[in-house]
């Protein structure tokens, strides 16, 4: 992945632009071949000749180096979109390292998800203009293209010492061509911005690395002009190979609020913090019975859901969708994740905008109203009616577990040393647990009305991590971390799901969920390294405060705690 922090494209290993959406994460991409074929829009820069190819990000940076060795030579090409800049740009920079590479490009445009071919005419001796409708893209290119079967195609030498860019500029199609980048100025600015904002991670150890890589690939998952940060740069990665579980990830869940908040403030983030915290406050604005699930990058409501039938799908995963009919199913956890962040962006010293009191305030009295509860009675209610042989459930009356279970001793439902909390634990690992991954739930249960199957959910394995910090298992923590952190791909980016028969990802991609736990467990092995011993209060992703009130339950064996948020 590269991005400018208002969108993001995908490259893959060959050096073929396969997804991209210009101005904005969920626009309609002009490059679509990652869900179809390359008829339905791509972008290759790549040899002639078979290669040895090589990635990398430049250090400290969203720059993507991939080095292409043949027989004859050796070529990089530099990849990176231009921070801060009035217009979406992607910059592909060749370079000619020894010897001579013959290259090729092939440049095909399909705007509208892949089906609107546009009309593409030459603006002079180096520059293209393809437009359709309201978009225009402006390709400035050091080598002549030539048009064929709807595409522009080139082929050109590299030699040692020589550098070529091309440049693919979108603007509205009404407007003139955007000047030209200073490409050099540009590529100095890009990796200055990049390497400054890693460095002032301090989450440090041996998998230092990985997190700052993570922390880039969250930062380059927001939205700058709003402070939103959507789940995923794709729609439609499949979460099983051939399965229909494919949903369009390209928007801001409240699922993810309160780990992204922490993930932030435990890497030493405050302004991105303070950011995602006042994204989270407009877009909730407005009546608490009309609360979504997840909202558009600028806190659009209408994410409607529809299907492209000319994209076959991701190795043949049909249907494609576009929008998330998710958005308007009633999730309560939401209301917790909502009481959350506010209390952990107390704690972490953030600003306190007098509406997000207000808003808790209407929030609380909405969900008093509409369960007729409190949190202390819907914590009896759920410890009385929620367990089955002195372990919790996925639902009442079931004895299935879900892996959302392992935040209730992360949020501060109970404490990890509760035998309950402990059974629990155990009766994941013994049924969601395989391969040394955790599944969800079990799809083969039909609680979801969907078809079976899917892989294992990255960031609930990250969550036993967790777990098994706070029950003083280092050594489990510790190993199936290593083992978690080694299934990121070549350039340190992680997916949604791992299929570990196939030893394959799935799901979409780089998915922020797993990133930003993947930095919460980090934070917390760092913390329980340095203090010798697990203190659940102290380093918890899911921050509790240093000394909490517990009260006795209906269970004389158990203690709980009595602060209303604590409750999701």
């Known amino acids: 992945m590269i991005g400018d922090l208002r969108t993001g494209c995908l490259i893959d290993r060959t050096g073929s632009i396969d997804w991209f959406c210009p101005s904005r994460f969920d626009a309609p991409a002009c490059f679509a071949s990652l869900l179809g074929s390359p008829e339905n829009g791509r972008w290759l820069i790549a040899p002639r000749a078979k290669a040895k190819t090589t990635r990398r990000y430049h250090p400290g940076s969203m720059v993507l180096e991939t080095t292409h060795e043949t027989r004859e030579g050796t070529a990089l090409v530099m990849d990176f979109m231009p921070i801060h800049s009035p217009h979406t740009s992607i910059v592909r920079l060749v370079k000619g390292l020894s010897g001579k590479v013959s290259m090729h490009t092939d440049l095909a445009v399909r705007f509208d998800y892949g089906v609107a071919v546009p009309w593409v005419s030459r603006h002079d001796a180096q520059t293209l203009l393809i437009v359709a409708g309201p978009d225009q893209l402006c390709l400035r290119s050091p080598v002549p293209l030539k048009g064929e079967d709807m595409r522009s195609r080139a082929d050109f030498l590299m030699r040692e010492g020589e550098v070529k860019a091309f440049v693919l500029t979108h603007s509205p199609s009404h407007l003139p061509p955007p000047p030209a980048l200073d490409i050099m100025e540009t590529l100095t600015a890009t990796q200055g911005y990049w390497r400054e904002w890693s460095s002032r991670c301090t989450i ?233 991954f955790v599944l969800r739930y079990r799809t083969d249960s039909g609680v979801d009305g969907l078809t079976r199957g899917e892989g294992a959910f990255l960031a609930c394995s990250f969550w036993l991590v967790d777990n098994y910090l706070l029950l003083g298992r280092m050594k489990d923590g510790e190993k199936l971390f290593r083992r978690l952190v080694s299934l990121c791909n070549d350039v340190g980016l992680f997916v949604e799901e791992y299929d570990p028969h196939k030893k394959r990802m799935l799901g979409n991609f780089p998915q922020a969920f797993s990133h930003v736990a ?10 329980a390294r340095k203090r010798k011993k697990t203190r659940p209060a102290s380093w918890n992703c899911r921050a509790q405060s240093d000394r909490p009130q517990w009260r006795k339950s209906h269970d004389p064996e158990a203690q709980v705690r009595t602060t209303p948020h604590s409750c999701h």
């Open 204 to 436: 440090d150890g041996k998998h230092g690395d990985l997190v700052r890589r993570s922390l880039m690939t969250l930062k380059a998952l927001s939205f700058q002009p709003t402070g939103g940060i959507v789940a995923a740069l794709t729609t439609s990665l499949p979460e099983l190979i051939g399965g229909a579980r494919n949903w369009d990830y390209r928007y801001c869940w409240l699922r993810d609020a309160a780990f992204t908040l922490l993930a932030f403030l435990n890497a030493g983030y405050r302004d991105e913090a303070d950011r995602w915290q006042h994204w989270l406050l407009r877009a909730k604005a407005g009546s608490p019975d009309q609360m979504q699930i997840m909202y558009g990058v600028g806190g659009e409501r209408r994410l409607e859901e529809w299907t492209a039938p000319w994209l076959k799908g991701y190795e043949a995963s049909a249907p494609v969708r576009v929008g998330n009919a998710a958005a308007h199913q009633l999730q309560l956890d939401s209301y917790g994740e909502l009481a959350d962040v506010f209390t952990q962006a107390s704690r972490g010293g953030l600003s306190s905008p007098q509406r997000r009191d207000e808003l808790q305030r209407v929030y609380l009295a909405h969900l008093e109203n509409i369960w007729r509860k409190i949190a202390a009675e819907i914590h009896d209610d759920i410890c009385a009616h929620g367990l089955r042989d002195g372990h919790f459930t996925q639902h009442y009356a079931t004895e299935e577990v879900d892996a959302s279970l392992l935040q209730l001793a992360l949020v501060g439902f109970l404490p990890p040393s509760d035998p309950r909390i402990t059974r629990t634990v155990k009766r994941i690992e013994d049924t969601l647990l395989h391969d040394g």
């Open 518 to 527: 993947l930095v919460n467990s980090a934070y917390a092995l760092m913390t």
